[in-house]
């Protein structure tokens, strides 16, 4: 039995760190927290000073007593957890849950996985940091709070099933107010001035007015001017300048970065370098601290003098700009300088070079520019034309890197070499265009760019960013947007050969293809809690909640009097909100009805955003229709709403069943018989006529026809969201690049069901057919008992084979929903009095 047991919290961080260690170590995982507030109840005892009440999950209680024997068998035990808040808890839960001896248990810190830093940690052992550990726990029932009493208000009062967080709230409300600010932009219209010039020796360049003309009129005007006009060069300026490379990564920095180059969401990014850092790749991943080691400055000079030479050498350190850095140690890094391309995986590989080259670059010398500024008279009027031109004298840091820009307005016009040219110099011109533009309205943000407002805001913290926009979408308060943009046109005036022409052009605008874009329901639940909250959705009290955790984590505030002061103030006020205030559906009054004149309006239903024509008030019953996706209860026009009601078109008959077409969830569709059939891209319920639609349902009927028979069941094919595959029995089977899909052979088809059949098979790990009971393998190392449609996720750290019939019954039993019975009918009740302010 190994003398040491090292705990740590990912079996892929164990299984790096085993590589370093002797055969006197043992490192297990604990696979995140081994104990936690519980899930179905509130789990802090408000009376009792916010005590947290920390239970073990029924999936941790075979790791708890693995762990637990293990430690009683070992002379020290290592909690080697990550050394953020989070870590430094889950060494806490640790030690208080496995009931380990003080004298023999060791805490070590890391911020990289590899074969110096463990042996470091090692010999500068720690005990826990309980400052850090009330920091965490802070969090924790501050946030389990909000969300526990804000939750219940919010069914109340829009719709059951939503859900309040204290940052995630913040961080939709900045995306609605956004939003709002897109929707009451006007764009206005100018003209910008733009000019080709040709020197005597044939040389061509660009250059433009410096000043815009608000109508064509003016515009049409300065062109006049410029007819016959013979032009010179006026001015021409020189001057040397340089840019510095940009400090190494920080979690906030590396989302975005990685975004804009790599076009990963900021969740994809977190996956990705924890996997990189797992394998001893790079540093700890969650840091606010641009700064580097002593160590990694020198290895990453001695790679840079080595792969470019001494004079791109230039040793920097960088101090952050981030109050209260929690995890301020070094910042995002590679841990060997030299080791620029490792074999890695494809994400991974990009992921790790972007970080490379990052960090290299930090430490280079400044790219030494000259930069040329030249105006251009006119012998006609007063007005000087511009260009500007950059020469890199010497490349610096840009031969390795250099960072992206957000946003279109940032990124500055491309600057190449100008002709060589003198004061008094001759010049003919091409031509002068005078082109109408429009001022735009705020971007919506991406990921990337939420991430930074959130940092610069002070709102949350490196860990908490990727959590946080991936909450808001899975709660559908937020969503990708998928429009393409729509078409505006556009006036161009155009002098050339002494004559003035005009051409109409177009450009696409308001796309927001991949940008985050409220929803509905994100919108009503937002000025909800606004109206209702506004002091925990407010910005600065947000940002000085983070502050007060930050204080915690340094000792110098108390985490139970923080909490007591924010539930004072906030429990009265969601009991009189649940109390008083009024219900929200978004509701907004469009007008009247033409046909009826009963008033028709848009709200958030049951089911979702729908038009109703009518009121619950009246003798007849509200008519209703649901808003298609490319609607908002917030932006749908009268006209747009009376047209839903159109839906569904009968458009005739086919083989004797009535041909219907209709939107649904996934888009517009033809419905013929119990066939569903989604129309192409760009195809309109509205639009499809009977011809149309009897050629999808015909595309349909030969895509579903069976291609073979095999043990007497038949095998279709089809393409899905997963690409291509063949159905049979009841199994969808992918068919991958190895066969030719469309000239599936027989032989193809009847080893493709053979090898998915023995999958299924090799999945089954334990059947209790008579219960109707199974345990099955699933992705990641885990399994599920399943029963029916009833499907049970269990931990990877429970062994699966042991399960036993009542064990798994029981997990059903936890699982399975229960009958609600049928609610008496209520006498009429008096009127409750209401509360007084």
Known sequence: MAKNLVIVESPAKAKTIEKFLGKDFKVESSFGHIADLPSKELGVDVDNNFEPKYIVDEDKKALVKKLRD?????????????????????SWHLSETLGLDKDKTKRIVFNSITKSAIQKAIENPRDINYNLVNAQQARRVLDRLVGYQLSPVLWKKIKPGLSAGRVQSVAVRLIV???????????????KIAAEFKTETGSVFQAKLNKTFKTKKEAQAFLDTNLGANFSVGNLDKKPAKKSPSAP??????????SRKLYFSVGRTMQVAQRLYEAGLITYMRTDSVNLSSEAINAAKDAIVENYGESYSTIRNFKGKSKGAQEAHEAVRPTDMKNQSPSLERDQSKLYDLIWKRTIASQMSDAQLERTNVKIKASTHSDDFSANGEVIKFDGFLKVYMEGLDDEDQAEEQEGMLPAMKVGDALSNNYITATERFTRPPYRYTEASLVKKLEELGIGRPSTYAPT???????????????????????QLLLADNTIAEKKLTETIGSDKGKLVPTDIGMIVNDFLVSHFASILDYNFTARVEENFDEIAEGSEDWQKVIKTFYNDFHPKVLDVEENADRASGERVLGKDPKTGRQVSVRLGRFGPMVQIGTVDEEEKPLFASLLPEHSLNTISFDEAMVLFELPRTLGDYKG???????????PYVKFGDKFVSLAKGESAFDVDLERAIELIVEKEKADAPIYSYEDKDVTKGTGRFGPF??????????NKKYDFDNLSEADLVE??????????????????????????????????????????????????????????????????KKKAKAKPKAKAKAKPKAKK
Do not use: C
Request: hydrophobic residues 35%; glycine residues 6%.
């Open 177 to 191: 107010e956004r939003e709002r600010d897109i929707e009451g932009f006007t764009p206005e219209a100018s003209f």
């Open 657 to 667: 069943e009535e041909v219907l077409a209709n939107v649904g969830r996934f888009g």
């Open 249 to 258: 990564f920080t979690t906030s920095t590396l989302q975005q970065e990685a």
């Open 70 to 90: 293990l430690a009683k068998k070992a002379d020290t035990i290592w909690l080697a957890s990550d050394e953020d808040r989070e870590g430094e808890a889950i």
């Open 752 to 817: 493709l069901i053979e090898t998915k059949k023995q999958k299924e098979i090799d999945k089954v790990v334990q059947n209790w057919e008579d219960e109707g009971i199974r345990i099955e393998k699933a992705r990641w190392g885990r399994h599920n008992i399943i029963k029916g449609k009833i499907k049970v996720e269990i931990a990877k750290s429970v062994d699966a084979t042991k399960i036993t019939l009542e064990a798994a019954k029981d997990f059903i039993e936890k699982k399975t929903p």
């Open 726 to 735: 063949i159905k049979w029995d009841g199994m969808f089977i992918n068919v």
């Open 469 to 491: 926009i991936s909450t808001i979408q899975n709660r559908k308060y937020v969503e990708k947007g998928t429009i393409e943009g729509v078409e505006r046109s556009y006036a």
